[in-house]
């Protein structure tokens, strides 16, 4: 299994398939996704070949994601290829949800296993608010049919924004009170082209698990592949409240996952000052030689990010790796 020097084992890899994306997200893309080329994404041989290395150095889980991931029109075929990889257990999706109905069968055919949907707001005015779209019925529905597909792993994620949903930490709670998903709250990150937005709208997550240790919330230990998130459950609540803190202290500590870009550069930070084009192994098929190129440069990862510095690398807007 891939090792950094600080002992942390990796397990998990985040695969964009695309950093097009269809919604305009206040804290990510306010003015929706601009490119003036054609955006560069892995051929499926290409993404095949990744998969097989990162198998062979330890990956068990491996998250697609965007920009939006269904805006991809392979996006079935690469569900296939990670879930015909030996070694990979789970497939995980993160989406927007937006027109995902249609598609989710095809992709639970696939090998799916795990889905996160995006819901910033339970209110259809503020979710429009956030996103710049009108389809928060839509999203919801998405979940009612991920669990009649035989979805087991089925999770909520609500960016804190201080603005718009700060205060709707009792509406969200009521939504799983008997919906057996994960609504995870995730702090607002700090990227290179949102400063002003940052310093007006972020919430610390530490005030969330305050209120939710007061109110008989019990933190639940982490499973071997779980990411970053602290969750929690309550004997009253079917559901879960996940919780991510990157400003919190050691939030680094348990890192445990690598991304990999649209256009095939890996990403040992989401917040790093590098990336390292794989393609030269990707074009080649050489599984063996990108897997003995991940076990060094893993090496290289550093402790921590800098984002208490102000400092977000090269991460331009979460779109680039989707989070």
Known sequence: MLQDS?????????????????????YCLPDGYKCETRPTTLALAQTHTL???????????????????????????????????PGIESVALTSNGYRLAQKLPRLVDAGLTALNLSADSLSPY?????????????????????????????KLNAVLLKQYNG?????????IKDKPVTFRFIELMRTLDNAAYFNAQHVSGQSIRTTLEKSGWQMQPKGPD??????FCHPDYAGQVGLIMPYSKDFCA??????????????????????????????????????TYLSNRVLTKWQGHQLHLGKSGLTRHLAMLGG
């Open 226 to 231: 779980a990411g970053p998130a602290v969750e």
């Open 167 to 175: 205060t709707q930490l009792t509406q969200f709670l009521n939504f």
């Open 6 to 26: 600080f002992n942390r084992k990796f397990n998990y890899l985040r695969l964009s398939v695309t950093e097009v994306c269809n919604f305009k997200c206040n």
């Open 254 to 291: 348990s890192c445990n996952r690598l991304r990999v870009s649209a256009d095939g550069k890996l990403h040992l930070c989401l917040f790093g000052d590098a990336n390292d084009d794989l393609t030269p192994w990707l074009d080649d098929g050489d599984v063996t030689g990108l897997a």
């Open 51 to 85: 998969l097989r290395a990162f198998a062979m150095v330890g990956t068990k889980k491996v998250r697609l994601t965007g920009g939006e991931p269904t805006l991809r029109k392979e996006l079935p075929d690469i569900v296939a290829l990670c879930n015909d990889t």
């Open 126 to 154: 503020t979710f429009s608010q956030i996103t710049g779209n009108n389809s928060l019925d839509e999203v919801l529905r998405c979940i009612d049919l991920a669990f009649e597909l035989g979805l087991k792993k089925v």
